[in-house]
Every structure is written in structure tokens, then in C-alpha cells.
């Protein structure tokens, strides 16, 4: 009889889970699926096809999937190629303390490539995916101008504190927050547009509410000074770098395919205006499947006449760490990240370093988010193409969560965790 086993069954979201299948004939064909609802109801399922060994074993640690959703030996593959039945649907955690992803593996006898309501499985088990430890705190902050949610981790600390953005959907994103809590970070998850009172669209960005969010973190007794870091991606990449560049208590910027340059508003901060370069409607590209590609959208960074956009990265004085996917299609992130680098070289500078992928896309996420590579946005009339090739979109996340928690832990107060 067949038998499926899956460990561990409970598990943070961003934690490898190994998957076994065992008592098939020799060289038995079965597929292998995984399914889940989300918040909203939408179902997102995968599916691969394997055979069995010698001894009817299937081991995705040393399996190689035949077809299906993906090929070749992807222990996690399942997880990576999770996608909706419906088109242009993303998959997000929101409720991220009260419940968990249950995630639903099922093994089929032969090839099932849309197995029918009567179509049994061998074998079944469900698993947690969660996005906070037991013990982590979210508090909701409505102080002063700041609106977000913290997440302390179990403990007295005090902790590295982060704060941690998201790009042009808006709201509160708290996924990422939740993961760095239970990683050991007290992550301040900060909206700044469409959320509670702030305002419903990006007409300008004020500095001073990021200042502000970066001085309610430090002032808090669990967190860890004298600095803090940000992590962020998209437009709040950009926000960022603008905070590495003039907040003098930001010592460690994360930028995930974001920009070097303001673009398409003000950004203000004390006396400080700078004019963001325009948008170019024009140069969006609609495809076939009905999504548009906002690659060209913004201006080159190198034209004379938008320099006035350009972020003085040079007078940054903490640490940045630029990640790039090479396949993005929302960005030209390569070429910002290249740019920002050569005019700290410029300037004498060294405090920044790249990490490109290759065949990563735009949408780069804690290990164990399946790749989006488009998807639906309130702002926009058309789905956005993110870009992403499934394995190395999913193992540059792999490796990019390491790096991003090395890098935060050692210039937020644990020098000793610094790489030689």
C-alpha cells in the first residue's frame, strides 16, 4: 500500500519540507499534486510526474520529475510551481498570526493531468506552512504619523530592528515581517500609501514619515541600536536607498529590484526636493496573454537631462545590498543597481555590494513562495508581467533569504556574524 510522508508537517513558510513516497511496484508512474485555498478562496494547485525506484520509492531529495508542472529533481518544486486557477492571481499570506497556509500533497496512480472529482488518491497528508514562531508578537501601530504592524520575536532582546516595505499594491504586506520576527528581528511591517489614513495614491513621498517610522522602532525597548535596517522591493526599494542616502540612523538598506533615481512624484524631506522622473506610459508593452510589461516604462538613469533625479547614494553611511533578478520585467533593476554602484565607486565609496540571478524575476520572496511571474494590481488596468524561470527565480530566493539575514544581523549591532 502506498504511503506518503511529509516532514515536518509543521513548519515555517520559508523551511524546506521533505517529501517521500513509499510501498508503490517497481517503476510505478504516479503523479504527485499539491493544493491549497487561500485567504480569499482561490485554489492553487501543482502537479509532477514520477516513478517509483527499485523498491517503489519516490524520494524528492534524489527523484527526478518527469514532467508535469516542472522537471528534474526539485525537492520543493511542488511549493515553487503552486498557481491559481485563476489567471493573474497571487498568492499572499494577510492573516499572518491567526492561521497558516494548509497546504494538501496527494500521490495518484499514473498519470492524472486533471485528476476528476472521482479520482482517488493512494495516499494523502496535510501540512502547515506558518509565518510567524510560536511566540512572536504583532502589535498594530497607529502612532504619530507611523502606520503599520511590529513583530517582536519571544524574548526580552533587544533585537536588530528592520523596517520592511512593499511596492505599488499598497497596504500592509506582513508576510516578510513575520518570517524576519521569527528569524530574530524585530520587523516593523510600515505602510505608506492606501492603508487606514494614509493617503489612497502616491502623490508625493515625505521623508519624514520614514524618519519617523526608523525613530518609533529604535525608541522601542525590545529593539537594538543605535541604527536600523530596511528591507524592501519594488518602489519600496526606492524609498529605501532615499533613506539610506539623508537618514543617518538607517545602517543597513536591503534593495530588491528597486531603482537609483525618484520617479514619477516628489520626494521631500526637510528643505531637500527632489523632482522624480516621469513615467512613460508609451513604452508599455501588452502581450498576448493580456498582461503589460512595465520594463521600458521609466526614464534610463543615464540621460543628462534626468540626472536631478539620481539619489546621491555617495552620501550614504550605512551598508547596501542590491538584489537583482536578471529576468525581472517590472524593472531594469540590473542597470540601477550597476548605476548606484558606479557612482559610489566614484565617489571613493565601497559600502555597497550586488547580488544578481540570473532567471530570478521582479518578485523576489522568502524561500518557499511559489514564483508569480504576473499578476493582477488595483492600480493598474492591465496585469503586470514580474518575469521569473521557476528554478532559478525559487533557488535565488533560497540563497537571497540567507544572504539578506547575514547582511542585517552583521551591521545592526552582531559584527561577529560578518563574512571574512
Same mark, same amino acid.
Given at each position: 500500500m502506498a504511503q506518503l510522508t511529509v516532514f515536518p508537517k509543521v513548519s515555517l513558510a520559508d523551511e524546506p519540507v521533505k517529501i517521500l513516497?513509499?510501498? !508503490?511496484?517497481?517503476?510505478?508512474?504516479?503523479?504527485?499534486?499539491?493544493? !491549497? $485555498?487561500?485567504?480569499?478562496? *482561490? $485554489? *492553487?494547485?501543482?502537479?509532477? *510526474?514520477?516513478?517509483?525506484?527499485?523498491?517503489?520509492?519516490?524520494?524528492?531529495?534524489?527523484?527526478?520529475?518527469s514532467g508535469g508542472d516542472f522537471q528534474g529533481v526539485l525537492p520543493m518544486g511542488l511549493f515553487w510551481a503552486l498557481r491559481s486557477e485563476t489567471p493573474f492571481h497571487r498568492l499572499m499570506k494577510r492573516d499572518v498570526i491567526g492561521s497558516p497556509f494548509r497546504i494538501t500533497l496527494e500521490v495518484y496512480d499514473s498519470l492524472q493531468i486533471d485528476p476528476s472529482p472521482d479520482s482517488q488518491p493512494l495516499a494523502t497528508q496535510t501540512?502547515?506552512?506558518?509565518?510567524?514562531? %510560536?511566540?512572536?508578537?504583532?502589535? %498594530?501601530?497607529?502612532?504619530?504619523?507611523?502606520?503599520?504592524? $511590529?513583530? $517582536? %520575536?519571544?524574548?526580552?532582546?533587544p533585537f536588530p530592528g528592520v523596517i520592511d516595505m512593499f511596492g505599488g499594491v499598497g497596504g500592509l504586506t506582513e508576510f516578510r515581517s513575520g518570517l524576519l520576527a521569527s528569524r530574530g528581528f524585530a520587523a516593523l511591517a510600515l505602510a505608506y500609501f492606501a492603508y487606514d489614513d494614509l493617503p489612497p495614491f502616491l502623490a508625493e513621498l515625505d521623508l519624514g514619515y520614514f524618519e519617523e517610522a526608523a525613530d518609533f522602532l529604535l525608541n522601542h525597548p525590545k529593539v537594538l541600536g543605535p541604527a536600523v535596517g530596511v528591507v524592501a522591493i519594488c518602489k519600496g526599494a526606492e524609498i529605501a536607498l532615499a533613506m539610506a542616502t539623508f537618514l543617518k540612523k538607517v545602517a543597513a538598506t536591503v534593495c530588491i529590484n528597486g531603482t537609483n533615481s525618484i520617479n514619477g512624484m516628489i520626494l521631500r524631506y526637510k528643505d531637500l526636493a527632489i523632482t522624480g522622473s516621469p513615467y512613460m506610459p508609451e513604452c508599455i508593452c501588452t502581450h498576448r496573454n493580456g498582461a503589460m510589461a512595465a520594463y521600458n516604462a521609466l526614464v534610463d538613469p543615464r540621460e543628462p537631462r534626468h540626472q536631478d533625479c539620481i539619489l546621491p547614494v555617495e552620501r550614504a553611511r550605512g551598508q547596501i545590498l542590491f538584489i537583482v533578478g536578471g529576468d525581472d520585467r517590472n524593472y531594469n533593476s540590473k542597470l540601477y543597481a550597476e548605476e548606484a554602484l558606479k557612482r559610489l565607486k566614484r565617489h571613493g565609496k565601497s559600502n555597497a555590494q550586488l547580488l544578481f540571478y540570473p532567471g530570478a524575476g521582479h518578485l523576489i520572496e522568502p524561500p518557499g513562495s511559489p514564483l508569480c511571474d504576473m499578476s493582477s494590481s488595483p492600480f493598474f488596468p492591465l496585469p503586470l508581467m514580474w518575469g521569473g524561470e521557476l528554478e532559478a527565480h525559487c533557488r535565488a530566493q533560497e540563497h537571497s533569504w540567507k544572504e539578506i539575514q547575514t547582511f542585517l544581523q552583521c551591521h545592526l549591532g552582531r559584527p561577529a556574524l560578518c563574512k571574512l
Open positions: 513516497v513509499s510501498g !508503490l511496484q517497481p517503476n510505478q508512474l504516479v503523479t504527485l499534486r499539491a493544493s !491549497l $485555498l487561500d485567504e480569499k478562496g *482561490f $485554489l *492553487f494547485h501543482s502537479r509532477a *510526474f514520477y516513478r517509483g525506484n527499485a523498491t517503489g520509492d519516490v524520494d524528492l531529495e534524489m527523484a527526478e520529475a501540512i502547515e506552512r506558518w509565518y510567524v514562531s %510560536p511566540g512572536v508578537q504583532r502589535i %498594530p501601530i497607529h502612532e504619530g504619523m507611523v502606520r503599520g504592524a $511590529l513583530f $517582536l %520575536p519571544p524574548g526580552e532582546g
